[in-house]
T-cell receptor, first 109, second 115 residues
Framework: KNEVEQSPQNLTAQEGEFITINCSYS?????LHWLQQHPGGGIVSLFM???GKKKHGRLIATINIQEKHSSLHITAPHPRDSAVYIC???????????FGQGTRLTINP | EAQVTQNPRYLITVTGKKLTVTCSQN?????MSWYRQDPGLGLRQIYY???????DKGDVPEGYKVSRKEKRNFPLILESPSPNQTSLYFC??????????????FGPGTRLTVT
């Protein structure tokens, strides 16, 4: 079993349809990252959160530390939101991030 | 503009021919790391560096070397590349170690094919 698991692996939705990507982890953490990887390959950091909820435009990330679970929501997604979304968990003392497998999101017009 | 740069972006080479992938950051970050990304396996850490002249192995260091002679640069060296090193490589930097609560900055990626 992976230490960081994402679901679903693939998600196709229509433009404007609210979507949710989930991330569950089994390792202890101080924070969790959500990353976006576009078809060109580059990775950008979307959120870093250690509690509660963060919002940036149409993107909302939530985390429940007790349940070791985080969700990424996109309200009214556009086709340009099509990308791979990756959650990553910092491992304190091990100087590294452990990454989920990624969720490939496709938004159709 | 704060950024992490990598070169080359694409490379096709042959087995055994030594190569270096450069990584440079302009944010004065102490912590830098190399990852490889493979289908079905996600991103895995190859090596990391806590500061100049301080490097250590990640999860998949076999076949790779690194050096950190200057704070801004962290090259990845493949002394004798093999086809199983065909992958997408990312360099990343952050002000503090990846295990701490701080943002990670990724380079654009280097797609390497070893034939």
């Amino acid at each position: 079993k992976n230490e960081v698991e994402q679901s679903p692996q693939n998600l196709t939705a229509q433009e404007g349809e609210f979507i949710t990507i989930n991330c569950s982890y089994s390792v202890g953490i101080s924070a969790l990252h959500w990353l976006q990887q576009h078809p060109g390959g580059g990775i950008v950091s979307l959120f870093m959160l250690s509690s509660g909820k963060k919002k940036h435009g149409r993107l909302i990330a939530t985390i429940n530390i007790q349940e070791k679970h985080s969700s990424l929501h996109i309200t009214a997604p556009h086709p340009r939101d099509s990308a791979v979304y990756i959650c990553a968990v910092p491992i304190q003392g091990a100087q590294k991030l452990v990454f989920g497998q990624g969720t490939r999101l496709t938004i159709n017009p | 503009e704060a950024q992490v740069t990598q070169n080359p972006r694409y490379l096709i080479t042959v087995t055994g021919k030594k190569l270096t992938v450069t990584c440079s950051q302009n944010m004065n970050h102490e912590y830098m790391s190399w990852y490889r990304q493979d289908p079905g396996l996600g991103l895995r850490q190859i090596y990391y560096s806590m500061n100049v002249e301080v490097t250590d192995k990640g999860d998949v260091p076999e076949g790779y070397k690194v050096s950190r002679k200057e704070k801004r640069n962290f090259p990845l060296i493949l002394e004798s590349p093999s086809p199983n090193q065909t992958s997408l490589y990312f360099c990343a930097s952050s002000p503090q170690p990846a295990g701490a609560y701080n943002e990670q900055y990724f380079g654009p990626g280097t797609r390497l094919t070893v034939t």
